[in-house]
Structure formats: C-alpha cells, structure tokens
C-alpha cells in the first residue's frame, strides 16, 4: 500500500497511536476508549445485530399477513423473499469495497438512510412493486448492519476479545429470528400487519439515532475500485438473484415449472461470468485458487451444511406446528424459548471460544442438532409445542454455537493470506450462509412432498368400505355433523370429508417425522466427516490453523504496545 493510495482520516487533529490504527482499510481504528462509552459501543452493536436480522425476521414471520394485506398469490409473495436474499447474499462484496473507497462514516450514512427509507416505503404500504423494491434495498441494509454491528461490538469489547464481535454479531443476528416470531402476535392487531411497518420504521429511526450520538473513530480509506468491479459484481448478484428466484420459487410451484430451467441457466451464466472476470484480473475480489482450496471449501460446504441442518427447524418443525393448526398466537412461549436458547449459544460460544480448537464447538453443535432430530422423530397427531421445547433449543443453541467458530477459522485463514483475501471470504461466507439456509428448506420440501404422497398412497390401501375402523370413524363424524346438517346424505358426506382431513394431516405428520429422521441422518454423516481429520489431527499433535494462529497472536501483541 503506497502513501498515494491510503488516506488516514483525522478528527480534531488527534492522530491514533499505531496500537489503534485499525486492521483494514474500510474497518474503523480501535482508540483505548473510557469504560462508559465501551459499554454504549457493545450495546449499539448488539441492537444493529437485531436490527439487521430483524429486517428478513419479521418479513418471514408475517407473510400470512403480509399476502393478506396486499391480496396476493403464495408466488407474488414468494418474490418479496427472492428480493431481500438477492442483495443481502451479494451485497457483502460491493460493501467492502464502498467502506474502503469512501471511508467508515459515509457507509454508516447511507447504509441507515437506506434502512430508514425502506422501513418508510412498508410503513405507507404504496402497493406490491414499491414492496418488493423495499424488501430489495432492506437485503442491502441488512448486509450493511452486520458488518456494523461487528465494527460497533470491536469497539465495545477488550483488545484481547476483539475477534469475539464476529461471533456477537452472528448471534444477535440469529437472535432475531426467533424474538420477531415471539413479538409479531402482539404487534399484528386483527391481522394488521400495519403495526409491524410501524415497530420497524420506529426501530430504524432508533438505530439511526444511536450511530449519530455515538459515531464509530475514523480509519484508513484506500483506492479500490477498479472498472472490471462493475461487470463482474453485476453478473454476480444477476447469477445469485436468479439462483436464489430458482431455489424459493422451485418450492413454491415445483421444479418442472418450464422457466425455472432459464433461471438456473442464467445464474449458471451469471455466476460463470463473474468467476472468468475474476479469474484473469491482476487484483481479484475473488482470488480462485485460494477460495478453491481444500481448507476453504470445506469450510464453506461444512457451513452450509450446518443450514442445511438447521432447516429442521425453520421448515420442519414450523411447518408440523401449522399442519396441526397452531399458529403464532399458540407458539409465543415457543419462540421465547428458542429466542433464550440462541442468545445462550452465542454467549457460550463466545466464552468457550478457543482458536485453538475451533472444530470441536462445530462437533458438539452437529451433534446436538442430530440427537434432537432423532428425538423429534417421535412426534404425531397429538404433539403440542412444548413437547418439542428441548429439542427445538437444542438445535437453535447448536446453530449458533456452531456459525462463531467456523466463521472465524475463515476469517483467520483470509487475514493470514492477506487482506485483499478478506473480501472473498466474505462474500462467499455470506453466500454460503443465505444459499445454504434457502436449499435446505427447498430441499426439505421437496422431500417432505414426496414423503407424504407416498403415507397418502398407503393410507389408500386400507380406505376402503372393508376397513371396520373407517366405516367406525365416519359414523362418528356423521353423528357429530348431525346437529349442524339434517340431509343424511349431507351428513356423510362430511364425515367423509372429515375423515379424508385427518387421514392427510396424520399423512403430513409421518412425513415430517421423515423430514426430522433425514436431518438425524445427515447430521451423523456430517458428524463423521469433521470428526475424523480432526480426530487425526489431535493424534499426530498436529494443528491445521498453526500459521494462523500465529498470525493471530502477532496481531493481538500488536494491538497491546
């Protein structure tokens, strides 16, 4: 970095000491400040940890609502989710670049502006397309309030902790998925999703005042744009947004819907133009041959593979509630749990966080997850949400205790190779995450589909006039339709529905106990797969992030003078 390139900003003339000087041009310095404004940097982060999940945690967990308030089809509203991960999977990348090229301040400007006045379009709700533009720019906020969240809690957190604010941030922003579900009964008065608009335009304006009462410390800023920057990072958010409208709109209509095959070959094109750009410039975003390395893409594979596993809950265990008819009136107490729960893994994880050893926390949250969807196997017909308490706080304490560790161990492999690596590892991380999460749920899905076509076959066999045990329970129906229906012939033909109503939903429920048996599955092989490289490992004494561990400590010994 040569002195023509790098500009330092200064404010009221102090000039940081080199222990302050941050770490990367585009990341703030790391002054010694007082103990009371470290405390209200550590608390702002926490909060923009929320805010950012919140944004796609409150769309999720109001979509009955929100297709109600707009009257539209599970499609049309399926787009408001392809829009929001569209830029909050890719934004990562352009967003680094942006705190480089114009320094901390401007980022924190425009990155809460844009929050704020996509918080103001869903709150005067001027219709379906302003909607999905809005859900657009939140993905990109979001994107933006995780990297300061992180900035906020590295402020807030001792020199030798620092690193812990990458797992802080993840956990808040896990956090918020369950707190979202547990406050949206409350604020969604007679199915009016109008005070949700309002709860999140008043948490933006909030949000907006904390970061101009307490403004993060200036830093390095760094030339870094180039032109090839603008075609290749364009392809690459046009091949994740037709991949991501290929995976949610796949679950929606089914995958032999015709145009879901030009979707896959766009993002296909998309993505592949943006890697050939990369892969023949002299300063890449996305160094290849690095992300390609063994190390860095079983990273990635063992990180999305961990969403994968937890879509259990967020499909599985969610969708057995809503085939037995509870709703998220009936779940409060659930979600509270869950919300205990995932706020308890990420302290544990940050206090157990050794990089020494950060494989076996992603050991013991795998392993978790896999007893619980074993345990889970057992639900049926009569299961109630608090039969599933212990198990569905299981995994979401293992979620998080799991994501810390593993995008740390990327996070040191990046900054060890040098921190033009930092920016792949990023975007792909985050990629990973969101793309990881998407395909678990559509994969679960299409299993618990064909799972429960095949119950529903079989069921068929045994209704027919034969069955004693039918003819029993439709003359049971009947007798109860009675007092609503004189027509005897009425009266069996909806005890004949009523029946067939049952039959399907105790269909549904096996083909959930599939569901959870395939994560038990998945989660045991995944177990084997990380466990024995790292069981050799610990044999032979030998450490596979030796280099960067002591890349580490010299970082940290430096931060110290």
Known sequence: MTDHDTLIDHVGGYRFKPHEMPILPGSPANPDNPPGRRAAYLLIGMFMGLLAGAQNGFLLANSPALQAEFALTPVETGW???AFYSTYATMSMLLFRVRQEFGIQPFVRWAMAGLVTANFVQMIEPGYYPE??????????????SALAIYYLMQGLPAAMRVGGLVISLGMTQVAFPLTRALSPALLVDGD??????????????GFGMVYLLRLPPGIRKKTFETLDIPSIALFII?????CAFIIQGRIQWWDTPWLGYAMVVAIIGLGGCFLIEANRRSPMLDLSWLSSRAILALALTGATVRILVAEQGFGASGLFATLGYGNEQLTTYFWILTGATFGGMALSMARLDPKDLTRPVLFAILVIGVAAFVDTRTGIMTRPQDLYLTQAAIAFGAVFA???IMMEGLLRALAAGQSYVIGFIAIFSLSQSVGGLAGSALLSAFHTVRLKMHLIDAGGTLTLANPQLGQAIGNAARNAAPLQGDPALQQMAAASSVSQEVGREAAVLAFNDVFFLIGTLSAVTFVVVFVPWLINRK???NP????LAFLEAMLAGTKQ
């Open 239 to 243: 091949g994740v947004a037709a991949l």
């Open 403 to 405: 994501m810390g560790p």
């Open 540 to 542: 032979r004494g030998r």
């Open 193 to 206: 999703i109008t005070h949700v608009f309002q709860f999140q335009f008043a948490l933006s304006l909030l």
């Open 545 to 548: 992030l030796a280099n960067e």
């Open 80 to 82: 408001f989710t392809v």
């Open 132 to 145: 999905l533009a809005a859900r657009a720019v939140a993905g990109i906020t979001a994107s933006g309030l």
